[in-house]
């Protein structure tokens, strides 16, 4: 009897032996998934940066400060920044020639055609003639035109100049915290303005 009770007590002792293993080996493979999707939603919320409207440009102080505080009206927050870019004056039309000579001598069709406003640049690399400034590229154009019919070669090059604007940005807001259609009952310009992300801070040069 004694010898029944014994090996029913190993008996139990080896299937809870078994039992321990199975489900020690088993924990793993149930945490896994969770770890790797909470590991993915931490990834997936660190790519995410967070939204920063801008507005601008702005040339005219006046009309800046006014913005300013309509968008404070709008319960926002806007902090400036001034960048320096390329703002466009015009279009020019010249013409490169080979050597003194040459420029002299388109220079004189040029006039003699009726296109007054031509001149020779003196001292120039390239021998150059001036053959008009103009507003819009259409002008430019056009005359580039008037120039070829002379059997000459024009050239129709952009003007432009460094401006220094201000732009005003929302860290934090999206473009719809912006109510355009406020500015606009106000009287803000919005063809000239953009309202867009805002542009990367460049880091400053290292000394």
Not at 16 to 32: G, N, Q, R, T
Not at 135 to 158: F, H, N, Y
């Amino acid at each position: 009897m004694a010898r029944i009770v014994v090996l029913v007590l190993v008996a139990m002792n080896l299937l809870y032996w078994s039992w321990s293993a199975w489900i020690k080996d088993e924990e793993p493979h149930l945490l896994a998934p969770v770890a790797a999707n909470a590991g993915a939603a931490t990834a997936q919320s660190a790519a995410a940066p967070a939204p920063c409207t801008t507005i601008g440009p702005f040339e005219d102080e006046v009309r800046s400060m006014e913005v300013e505080q309509l968008l404070r009206d709008m319960q926002l927050t806007p902090s400036r920044r001034s960048i320096t870019q390329n703002v466009r004056e015009g279009w020019w039309v010249y013409l490169d020639n080979a050597d003194a000579p040459a420029q002299s001598r388109a220079l004189r069709a040029i006039l003699a055609a009726g296109l007054r406003d031509a001149f020779a640049l003196p001292d120039d690399p390239t021998f150059k003639v001036s053959v008009g400034i103009f507003k819009e590229e259409a002008g430019a154009r056009s005359r580039a035109e008037a120039v070829r019919a002379l059997g000459l070669t024009p050239v129709v090059s952009e003007r432009t100049r460094p401006q220094t604007l201000l732009w005003f940005e929302m860290p934090g807001k999206d473009a719809s915290a912006v109510d355009t259609a406020r500015l606009t009952s106000e009287g803000i310009d919005m063809a000239a303005l953009q309202v867009r992300e805002c542009l990367p801070v460049e880091p400053e040069p290292a000394l």
